[in-house]
């Protein structure tokens, strides 16, 4: 073993220190106009479900922005009048800001009654395991019957 690599194993000296406490979700906060912050606010408490991505429902423009869609779908979510969805592919500071708000880093993002949920992977996980329709049924966006009918 090197004299280098022994010294940096022992020797706090050397290592360099992280500091995990500082808040970052604080600092992308106040990145954000008071008015897209505000548009944002109004825009996610409009509807039972926000889904901001790149494209529309009807034509996605990524993959993972079309398996939200479809996993929304089979869920028996209608697209017409419970789902208010934005094109962030449309308005750059949109699609920045909406990841300061959040504090996650990806589009798609989807809000349930105002609660943020997650991106694909987080919804893929709670169809797979029957939380999304749970989820869904709770805050009365589908209904149990209609979810048995199919």
């Known amino acids: 073993m090197s004299f280098l690599r022994a ?13 995990l406490r ?3 979700g604080s600092l992308y906060a106040r990145w954000i106009s008071t008015e897209m912050k505000t548009r944002l606010d109004k825009d996610i ?6 889904l901001f991505m790149k494209g ?16 929304m779908q ?4 209608d697209f017409d009048s419970k789902v208010n969805a934005f094109n962030v592919l449309e308005d ?4 920045e800001s909406i990841k300061e708000y959040s504090e996650w880093p990806t589009i798609p993002q989807v809000y349930i009654k105002g609660e943020f949920v997650g991106g694909c992977d987080i919804l893929l996980n709670m169809h797979q395991s029957g939380d999304l329709e749970d989820l869904l049924v709770k805050n009365e966006i589908i209904s149990l019957e209609e979810e048995e009918k199919k």
Do not use: H, Y
């Open 7 to 19: 010294a940096t194993k022992t020797s706090a000296f050397l290592r360099p220190t992280v500091n």
């Open 22 to 24: 500082t808040p970052v």
């Open 45 to 50: 408490k409009s509807n039972d479900v926000v």
């Open 56 to 71: 529309t429902p009807d034509a996605p423009m990524c993959g993972f922005s079309r398996a939200t869609v479809q996993i």
């Open 74 to 77: 089979v869920q028996g979510v």
């Open 92 to 95: 750059s500071e949109l699609r």
